[in-house]
């Protein structure tokens, strides 16, 4: 789920490598509202057969968050993503907070 439009998300989502990955795109001209909005949480929760309350959504703006705790789901936010300086990420009242991609395999662990 990203607010990037379609025609920018989806040659990034190849250009990176991670395409084999994705087993849906939501991008911010799928629907009509972006986040912080939830519907496009919503909508991938639909689109994957899965329970909002049984996922987790990382992102790294507050918007994600946002949008992540509207839908009810758990919030992690990669503080290593494209957060400006200016910007504390522990005051986006997520559920955690990672400075690297490994911490999320260990918070899965003790949180499930």
């Given at each position: 789920?990203?607010?990037?439009?379609?025609n920018?998300?989806?040659?990034?989502?190849?250009e990176?490598?991670?395409?084999?990955?994705?087993?849906?795109?939501?991008?911010?001209?799928?629907?009509?509202?972006?986040?912080?909005?939830?519907?496009?949480?919503?909508?991938?929760?639909?689109?994957?057969?899965?329970?909002?309350?049984?996922?987790?959504?990382?992102?790294?703006?507050?918007?994600?968050?946002?949008?992540?705790?509207?839908?009810?789901?758990?919030t992690?936010?990669?503080?290593?993503?494209?957060?400006?300086?200016?910007?504390?990420?522990?005051?986006?009242?997520?559920?955690?907070?990672?400075?690297?991609?490994?911490?999320?395999?260990?918070?899965?662990?003790?949180?499930?």
């Amino acid at each position: 789920v990203t607010n990037k439009p379609g025609n920018l998300a989806e040659p990034l989502v190849q250009e990176l490598g991670i395409a084999f990955n994705a087993v849906c795109m939501v991008s911010g001209d799928s629907l009509s509202r972006r986040k912080p909005d939830p519907d496009q949480l919503h909508h991938a929760a639909n689109m994957l057969g899965i329970n909002e309350q049984d996922t987790v959504y990382m992102g790294d703006d507050r918007r994600d968050v946002q949008a992540g705790k509207a839908a009810g789901m758990k919030t992690v936010v990669a503080a290593y993503g494209y957060i400006q300086d200016d910007h504390d990420p522990n005051t986006w009242d997520a559920d955690a907070v990672f400075l690297q991609a490994l911490d999320l395999k260990d918070w899965l662990f003790i949180n499930s």
